[in-house]
């Protein structure tokens, strides 16, 4: 009975015991974002995803890191993410939109800003700079 115990407690330990520790990659790339330690901050976000892979807020993350490194195109394959994992959200949404509007595709811009005017929660007040600055923009 005791050797079966610990067969079970040994299973348990190798099965749980990685889950358990990888659990806080996300804080740890939060914390080290915010100290502005963008390459850590990545690797951390990044172990995040091999465990949580539908993390949107990871993928968020990466995707303000790579705008930091000025890495558009990986900024946006990271914004797109996002959207894939969770449509409604609004940040992602709107950085998206501004990227576009940056790369002068007023049209995609214009799009993804509707979507948000839709959607409007937390960004409303974003929306409609954005709107206002994709109208003065495409006019030029």
């Known amino acids: 009975m005791i050797i079966r115990t610990l067969k079970i407690f040994i299973f348990y330990s190798i099965l749980i015991g990685p889950v358990l520790s990888n659990t806080n990659y996300f804080e740890e790339g939060l914390s080290l974002f915010k100290d502005k330690k963008y390459n850590q901050a990545k690797f951390k976000f990044e172990q995040d995803i091999v465990f949580n892979p539908k993390n949107e807020m990871s993928y968020l993350y990466l995707s303000k890191i790579f705008k930091n490194l000025k890495k558009k195109n990986l900024e946006e394959k990271?914004?797109?993410?996002?959207?894939?994992?969770n449509p409604k959200n609004e940040e992602a949404i709107y950085s998206l939109a501004k990227l576009k509007l940056d790369e002068s595709d007023y049209k995609k811009s214009k799009e993804l800003n509707k979507r948000l005017s839709m959607l409007c929660d937390k960004f409303?007040?974003?929306s409609i700079e954005l709107k206002i600055e994709i109208e003065n923009l495409s006019k030029k």
């Open 78 to 85: 990271n914004l797109k993410t996002v959207i894939l994992l």
């Open 124 to 126: 409303c007040d974003k």
